[in-house]
T-cell receptor, first 109, second 114 residues
Framework: TQLLEQSPQFLSIQEGENLTVYCNSS?????LQWYRQEPGEGPVLLVTVVTGGEVKKLKRLTFQFGDARKDSSLHITAAQPGDTGLYLC?????????FGKGTKLSVKP | DAGVIQSPRHEVTEMGQEVTLRCKPISGHDYLFWYRQTMMRGLELLIY????????DSGMPEDRFSAKMPNASFSTLKIQPSEPRDSAVYFCATGWGSHYNEQFFGPGTRLTVL
């Protein structure tokens, strides 16, 4: 059974701090997605990584895919209250998308 | 495009009643997914369709759950009879072609079974 473990489960920081959240698995994925979900809404796709070692940047967010395509990280620089939400990673393989349980981020002003 | 549309947004029902959740996908998307989200189990895939055909329903918890996609613009997820442990947020998501993992989610239906 494929599993995606996300850490930390909860993170509460002050505005302006940097943070990194992790997504780990023992399985290899053909692609990995990061989504952000706000309360009362569905997840919204942030990025897809496909190649081992790939790094993608989205404004203050930096996403990295592990060399072996089993893990990924999301780094946020100078976090803002608007970054608050549940960050989900999802791994794709054989037509199925497996989601981690997410990291719930709270950024206080 | 209006995005993925789900109805109702909230449903409160009593144990034993039939519940039908509805989804209108984004036009042109050939994949449709039904998910369930709970605090304990996170986001779980229940079933997905490609070109209106069910491809994988291994995530459907039991025979009380059924899903249909009679055409490209409509899908339903039915629970009959409902039980309190079915209480969750149910999401419909769509994707297209080889990018089916890059999914667009609806706002969800929050189901409470009393």
């Amino acid at each position: 059974t494929q599993l995606l473990e996300q850490s930390p489960q909860f993170l509460s920081i002050q505005e302006g701090e940097n943070l990194t959240v992790y997504c780990n698995s023992s399985s290899v994925f053909s692609s990995l997605q990061w989504y952000r979900q706000e309360p009362g809404e569905g997840p919204v796709l942030l990025v897809t990584v496909v190649t081992g070692g790939e790094v993608k940047k989205l404004k203050r967010l930096t996403f990295q895919f592990g060399d072996a395509r089993k893990d990924s990280s999301l780094h946020i620089t100078a976090a803002q209250p608007g970054d608050t939400g549940l960050y989900l990673c999802a791994g794709g393989s054989q037509g199925n998308l497996i989601f981690g349980k997410g990291t719930k981020l709270s950024v206080k002003p | 495009d209006a995005g993925v549309i789900q109805s109702p947004r909230h449903e409160v029902t009593e144990m034993g009643q039939e519940v039908t959740l509805r989804c209108k996908p984004i036009s042109g998307h050939d994949y449709l997914f039904w998910y369930r989200q709970t605090m304990m189990r996170g986001l779980e895939l229940l079933i997905y369709f490609n070109n209106n055909v069910p491809i994988d329903d291994s995530g459907m918890p039991e025979d009380r759950f059924s899903a249909k996609m009679p055409n490209a613009s409509f899908s339903t997820l039915k629970i009959q009879p409902s039980e309190p442990r079915d209480s969750a947020v149910y999401f419909c998501a769509t994707g297209w072609g080889s990018h089916y993992n890059e999914q667009f989610f609806g706002p969800g239906t929050r189901l409470t079974v009393l």
